[in-house]
């Protein structure tokens, strides 16, 4: 999470990264007075700015010529203003946010891949929503002068478009040298005098391999059917593209209030009589959306990134969070369908949930961002062979073993909290525990005595207004003490984040909607 000095006004942007958002936020206590955040007013009042700026997905085109448009915003812009919308009307049964909801929905359903006819990697044009650059490996396709694929440099690290490849003469004539300089992230690669003979020493693909992960995370792929002898690419400079990918946790969070509509909707005879076809038709549309990632789940409630798949670690297990982001839909359908599938999926993701969970001295859950026991948190080596290798893209990678960060933790709290409820997962002792992560270790006091946040579930490292502004996304531990909702609203009357418009585009602040909404839900 970015760390932004305070200003007057907020800011709000997500980062490309998607998880979270860095903000600019105000931390002068006279002003601790402007904003009610409790009130239905704010949220109507910011909810309209935000539909100034596009209502369904501005940032979401039909083609690939917007980057931001490109970064998985749906999931971490549009996903949080739908989940307000849900959150309002559970406080207020008013439905002009189940409307609102409508109007949302139906733009974001507009843009899912088979609608637009565009493909994942694969070649498939599936019913959810892709993302590329800057979370996919990148690829860079060095040809020869007539234009025959010769050698693929593949780079893992993320942002990879911001790299350039740069090809010149080697000292031998059947020699070439490559430069990578990503400018995102300041990192410079050169391989000298590389070639495309196997059984030479300085052939590219082994060499590189040999020098993997490195700084940009470098992997190279012979492209050619037949090796000819004295192959060298084009002189010049290339670029990198990234491969298109549907993340199984953009799916659950953009799906999530989706699915809750419908769980509303068919849940009240009221509501059946005036929205049953849309109900109908969402959850249709979530039960496709979750289908995609079938492949991917497996029986110990965890997700995995299938090897070969274009991501940093493909063939290991999915961070917590992103396999319980899609574990908020199946809680969900679970209860809108009875689906015994869904149920059976919920349970299982919570007892993996549940093996995460350590309690420390104060009688608080701690948890890890990478499973523990996974291939990430141990950490895995070269085996000397990619078809051997655990990962195609980072043929080693680990130990990581961070602390589950609060923004990514707020899924898993989000996650656990809706599936105790519909008592498909948890106990009550899990609930209280919970709480007291963010009561004990979350929340603190600084010298003056005013609230201030930890970045991650084990404390420690105190975060700024930025990661401040993140704190209501774990208001559904507040059944279990008010104490969450006390000290969450103290945080945004110390730093008072607002909403700002660029022009007449309201920008990307779907997440502060749906902190306004939890600070209304919970009062």
Not at 99 to 105: A, F, K, Q
Not at 136 to 158: I, K
Request: include cysteine; hydrophobic fraction near 35%.
């Amino acid at each position: 999470m970015p760390d932004i000095r305070p200003s007057r006004r907020a800011v709000l942007r997500l980062t490309a990264a998607g998880a979270v958002a860095a903000t600019s936020l105000t931390a002068v206590p006279a002003y601790a007075d402007e904003i009610d955040y409790t009130a239905r007013k704010t949220f109507d009042d910011w909810d309209r700015l935000f539909q100034q700026g596009g209502p369904g997905q501005p940032d979401q085109p039909n083609d690939n010529t917007n980057r931001d448009g490109r970064s998985g915003m749906l999931a971490w812009s549009q996903s949080y203003v739908l989940l307000g919308l849900v959150r309002m009307y559970e406080k207020y049964r008013d439905t002009h946010y189940l409307d609102r909801l409508i109007d949302n929905i139906d733009q974001v359903l507009s843009v899912r891949d088979s609608e637009r006819g565009v493909q994942d990697y694969r070649g498939l044009s599936l019913p959810a929503w892709r993302a590329d650059h800057p979370y996919t490996t990148g690829y860079a396709t060095l040809a020869d002068g007539n234009g025959q694929p010769l050698l693929d440099l593949r780079e893992a690290l993320s942002y990879a478009e911001d790299t350039t490849i740069t090809v010149t003469a080697g000292t031998r004539p059947d020699t070439f040298t490559v430069q990578l300089v990503n400018t995102f992230n300041n990192r410079t690669v050169t391989h000298t005098d590389l070639c495309l003979d196997p059984a030479s020493p300085d052939y590219a693909v082994s060499r590189i391999y040999a020098a993997a992960p490195g700084p940009l995370q470098l992997t190279a792929l012979d492209r050619r059917a037949v090796p000819r002898a004295g192959d060298v690419p084009r002189l010049g400079s290339y670029p990198m593209h990234c491969e298109p990918v549907i993340f199984a946790v953009h799916t659950g969070m953009i799906t999530y209030p989706i699915a809750s509509f419908a769980r509303i909707v068919l849940s009240s005879p009221t509501l059946r009589r005036r929205y049953l076809r849309k109900a109908i038709e969402y959850l249709t549309a979530c039960r496709e959306a979750v289908a995609v990632h079938d492949w991917e789940y497996r029986d110990g409630g965890y997700l995995i990134w299938p090897k070969t798949q274009p991501l940093a670690y493909d063939g290991c297990e999915q961070p917590l969070n992103q396999s319980v982001g899609l574990g908020q839909t199946l809680v969900e359908l679970a209860l809108a369908t009875g689906d015994r599938e869904y149920r059976q999926k919920v349970a299982a993701m919570g007892r993996m949930l549940t093996g995460q969970f350590t309690v420390d001295a104060g009688d608080a859950y701690l948890w890890h961002y990478w499973p523990t026991g996974g291939r990430i948190y141990d950490g895995f080596v070269k085996t000397g062979d990619p078809e051997t290798d655990v990962s195609i893209f980072t043929p080693s990678g680990g130990p990581a073993r961070q602390f589950e960060d609060i923004s990514h933790g707020a899924i898993d709290v989000e996650f656990a909290v809706r599936a105790f409820r519909a008592r498909l997962a948890f106990t009550g002792h899990d609930m209280a525990r919970i709480a007291r992560t963010f009561t004990q270790n979350v929340m603190a006091t600084d010298a003056d005595g005013l609230p201030v946040i930890h970045t991650t579930v084990g404390g420690a490292t105190l975060g700024g207004p930025s990661v401040a502004a993140q704190a209501p996304r774990w208001m559904q531990a507040n059944q279990f003490d008010p104490q969450v909702h006390a000290r969450c609203l103290a945080l945004y009357n110390r730093y008072q984040p607002t909403p700002e418009r660029d022009g007449q585009q309201a920008i990307g602040f779907g997440w502060l909607l749906a902190n306004v909404a939890y600070l209304n839900w919970a009062r």
